[in-house]
């Protein structure tokens, strides 16, 4: 037989006890105070210190302390949240069919070069012709976001089957850029500083609409930086085919036949 109400209900967290009595704020300052001094405390120990029935409030402190994990203000939680946005690109190794893309759900561009996306909630990718995939991660963005959105698009989808073949996709991921937020007590006066965008691909944007009591930093890897590099893997492959050694001959067969 079905559970009635009240006998679930004796099951769940009193959540609104805490407002009726007006606990709440009180246990959610409690609990935030002792992760400020002890980042490590679990839910069950923050009960124990609080004086708390583990077995009934357990999940409202653990869902307090997922909350100051992601609370950003005094820099609290992962220094990830900070990145807004990471950008960067690789290659494919082995010609996929385009055919196929579309049909596991890649978009078709009107752009001349035919360019594919790929979109989900972890950002969206660029697939051109000459076999190089632009990475767009979103926040809180990470590398290892990056190498999950390239196995969603590719693996995922059936586009790549082998696993060397991806392994060898995701040891060509390369920095482009990225957004990160700093965030400061009180609001900055309004300033952009782009004296290094060219040289270093680096841009700092203080009091902007965007984020008025924050420290923006945009950094981008120069387009001069990636060239450089690219034909300097181009002179190495070509070098190493240049000064292959040979592969030792073996002994000489007999070709003359005896009758």
């Given at each position: 037989?079905?559970?009635s109400?009240?006998?679930?209900?004796?099951?769940i967290?009193?959540a609104?006890?805490?407002r009726?009595?007006?606990?709440?704020?009180s246990?959610?300052?409690s609990?935030?105070?002792?992760?400020d001094?002890?980042?490590?405390?679990t839910a069950k120990?923050?009960c124990?210190l609080?004086?708390?029935?583990?077995?009934?409030?357990?999940n409202?402190?653990a869902k307090?302390?997922?909350?100051w994990?992601?609370?950003r203000r005094?820099?609290?939680?992962s220094?990830?949240s900070?990145?807004h946005?990471?950008?960067?690109?690789?290659?494919?190794?082995?010609?996929?069919?385009?055919?196929?893309a579309?049909?596991?759900?890649?978009?078709?561009?009107?752009a001349?070069n035919?360019?594919l996306?790929?979109?989900d909630?972890l950002?969206?990718?660029q697939?051109?012709?000459?076999?190089?995939?632009?990475?767009y991660?979103r926040k809180?963005?990470?590398?290892?976001?990056a190498y999950?959105?390239?196995?969603?698009?590719f693996?995922?989808?059936?586009?790549?089957?082998d696993f060397?073949?991806?392994?060898?996709?995701?040891?060509?991921?390369?920095?482009?850029?990225a957004?990160?937020?700093?965030?400061?007590?009180?609001r900055?006066?309004?300033?952009?500083?782009?004296?290094?965008?060219?040289?270093?691909?680096v841009?700092?944007?203080?009091?902007?609409?965007?984020?008025?009591?924050?420290?923006?930093?945009?950094?981008?890897?120069?387009?001069?930086?990636?060239?450089?590099e690219?034909?300097?893997?181009?002179?190495?492959?070509?070098?190493g085919?240049?000064f292959?050694?040979?592969a030792?001959?073996?002994?000489?067969?007999d070709?003359?036949y005896?009758?």
């Open positions: 037989m079905k559970a109400w009240k006998e679930r209900s004796s099951l967290p009193d609104f006890s805490y009726k009595n007006g606990n709440s704020e246990i959610r300052s609990v935030f105070e002792r992760l001094e002890n980042p490590l405390l120990s923050l124990k609080l004086d708390l029935p583990y077995s009934r409030y357990r409202y402190v307090l302390r997922c909350e994990k992601c609370y005094n820099e609290r939680g220094k990830c900070l990145v946005g990471w950008r960067g690109w690789c290659y494919v190794p082995v010609v996929l069919d385009r055919v196929k579309v049909e596991a759900g890649w978009l078709q561009s009107r001349r035919r360019w996306l790929w979109k909630r950002g969206r990718l697939l051109f012709e000459t076999g190089r995939v632009n990475l991660v809180p963005a990470n590398l290892g976001r999950q959105l390239v196995c969603n698009g693996s995922f989808t059936g586009l790549i089957t060397k073949v991806l392994e060898r996709m995701l040891a060509s991921v390369r920095f482009k850029g957004h990160y937020v700093f965030p400061t007590e009180e900055l006066p309004r300033l952009t500083i782009d004296l290094f965008a060219k040289s270093n691909g841009i700092i944007k203080v009091g902007d609409t965007s984020h008025p009591s924050a420290v923006e930093v945009i950094a981008t890897y120069p387009d001069w930086a990636e060239r450089n690219r034909v300097l893997e181009q002179l190495n492959d070509t070098l085919q240049l292959k050694p040979a030792p001959k073996g002994p000489e067969k070709v003359s005896r009758v």
